[in-house]
């Protein structure tokens, strides 16, 4: 339960240290010359400090796609293999964000265009929807060679690349970052590393505190710059991030979120519905979510569980199903190794064949049978 919690609220998350250079700065070491390590040079092309920052990760509101488009993509070149694992990867942005990836042959239209070995130097995407504009036979994405890299580092570049590509710019740019740069070391590495002047590293890495709305810095983002560890004046640096992090995943739902559901049809396994999809009442203000052996229901306005049934020590293996006859059961295990799934909770409703649960406007949950209530988490069993 404490786990949901803290995903449905800000999340508090520990900074992680990278102590993997303590000493030596060597952004040459970092970046081969066959480009198996790309730098993003997203910020060289689009200025940060001209877009409106908004709440929870670095995102922005313009220029958004709209929720539950179809984004046609297209490569410009590569070969079938490296494709397939670009869709593979990117795909994953899409558990969370309500919109469709459709890819079309090269000679088609497609708001977004990839290239890996064609186009300026490193890795970089146009900013959201804005690919979709201006001259659109113009490449839009740049991955680089990924043959040469290993998994996570592909991971890292596709997932980050159509971050951008999304609308998210990157998360170091929050204002709330609270890295502690050790100034003239990272006016030297970047120097070297980019040729970039004090001017471009103040503006590209370091940014000013602005007044705008934030929630969490999160540097767990698949949006944040790698920071060396030597780099800081704390020694904490910000490692190489090859998933989504919790904060992406969230941030990225609120502004791309999917239709609000309310029904659970009869025979559903409830447990399963990832929350991104989760079950809410038409008016979005309740949630019904199952964790830890217990299904539940919050009043998203201020947090709070107005409802609670299933029993957490039995969370092993825990599920909770609206079976075929009626009933809603929840069943789980004490322990790991063996034992029996116990049922640890049931509303007792088996006479209702094929009834339907509805999450309604004011937070109850009702078993709807034939048109009538036959159960209800505020009155039980009628
Ligand atoms: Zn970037």
């Not at 503006?203 to 767990?220: A, G, H, M, R, W």
Request: proline letters at 4%.
């Amino acid at each position: 339960m404490k786990e949901l919690k803290i995903l449905l609220t800000s999340l508090v998350l520990v900074f992680s240290s990278c102590h993997s250079d303590e000493n030596t700065i060597n952004p040459k070491s970092i970046l081969p010359e066959d480009e198996t390590a790309l730098i993003c040079t997203f910020d060289l092309r689009e200025n940060p400090n001209n877009l409106t920052l908004k709440p929870n990760a670095a995102i922005i509101a313009w220029p958004r796609w709209q929720t539950g488009q179809t984004v046609k993509i297209k490569f410009l070149d590569g070969d079938a293999t490296v494709q397939e694992k670009v869709k593979r990867i990117a795909s994953e942005w899409t558990e969370y964000a309500n919109l469709k990836f459709e890819y079309v042959a090269v000679n088609e239209y497609a708001d977004i265009r990839i290239g890996f070995n064609v186009g300026s130097y490193g890795a970089w995407s146009i900013l959201g929807m804005k690919s979709a504009y201006g001259n659109t036979d113009e490449q839009s994405m740049r991955l680089g060679p990924l043959t040469a890299a290993n998994e996570a580092s592909v991971r890292r570049t596709v997932l980050h690349e159509f971050g951008h590509a999304l609308g998210l710019i990157h998360e170091n740019a929050s204002p709330v970052a609270t890295i502690k740069w050790d100034l003239p070391k990272v006016y030297k590495y970047y120097n070297e590393l980019n040729g970039w002047s004090k001017e471009e590293v103040d503006e590209f890495v370091i940014k000013s505190p602005e007044s705008t709305n934030y929630t969490q810095y999160d540097p767990l983002s698949i949006m944040h710059y790698y920071v060396p560890a030597s780099l800081t004046t704390d020694g904490k640096g910000v490692n190489e991030m090859s998933e989504l992090s919790q904060t992406d995943q969230i941030s990225i739902n609120k502004w791309y979120p999917f239709p609000i559901r309310s029904i659970i049809e009869s025979g559903e396994r409830i447990d399963a519905i990832p929350w991104m999809k989760s079950i809410k009442s038409p008016n979005g203000r309740y949630s019904l979510g199952f964790s830890r052996g217990c299904l539940y229901i919050i009043d998203l306005t201020n947090e709070t569980f107005i409802w609670q049934v299933g029993d957490s020590t039995f969370s092993r293996f825990s599920s909770c199903y609206l079976e075929l006859n009626g009933n809603i059961t929840i069943q789980g295990q004490r322990s790991l190794t063996g034992g029996i799934k116990h049922t640890t909770w049931s509303s007792d409703t088996s006479e209702f064949p094929g009834a339907s649960l509805h999450l309604q406007d004011d937070g109850d949950l009702q078993l709807i049978y034939n048109g009538a209530v036959k159960w209800s988490s505020k009155n039980g069993k009628m």
